[in-house]
């Protein structure tokens, strides 16, 4: 089974950036919308943004849309979300998923396949 690992997280200041990747163990992803999640402390799995297999389409949360930008690099099997103007909302572990199911994009349930997460921390 496909494998996902996400890196680029990290510690930094409000307005700040990072870019985080999400890399696939073989190239079955790119044949599958993918998308960003985020999960804070406590809190629930909740949409971040998400691209179809031919990067043609990107949807994202109201809340980073304008800050946030999702791409693919199908040769590379990897996902990436650069994340502009950072807040302290934006604190989370970030998860990368592969949309196999046919539901909305935004509920997690649809996706059966997951990285293990990459902390982000935004300090204000």
């Known amino acids: 089974q496909v494998q996902l690992v996400e890196s680029g997280g990290g510690l930094v200041q409000a307005g700040g950036s990072l870019r985080l990747s999400c890399t696939a163990s073989?190239?079955?992803?790119?044949?599958?919308?993918m998308g960003w999640f985020r999960q804070a402390l406590g809190g629930e799995r909740g949409f971040v943004a998400a691209i179809t297999a031919d990067s043609v389409a990107a949807y994202y949360a109201d809340s980073v849309k304008g800050r946030f930008a999702i791409s693919r690099d199908n040769a590379k099997n990897t996902v990436y979300l650069q994340m502009n103007r950072l807040n302290a909302e934006d604190t989370a572990v970030y998860f990368c998923?592969?949309?196999?199911?046919?539901?909305?994009?935004?509920?997690?349930?649809?996706?059966?396949?997951w990285g293990q997460g990459t902390a982000v921390t935004v300090d204000s």
């Open positions: 073989d190239r079955t992803a790119n044949n599958y919308l």
């Open positions: 998923g592969i949309k196999t199911f046919s539901g909305v994009y935004v509920d997690a349930r649809q996706y059966n396949t």
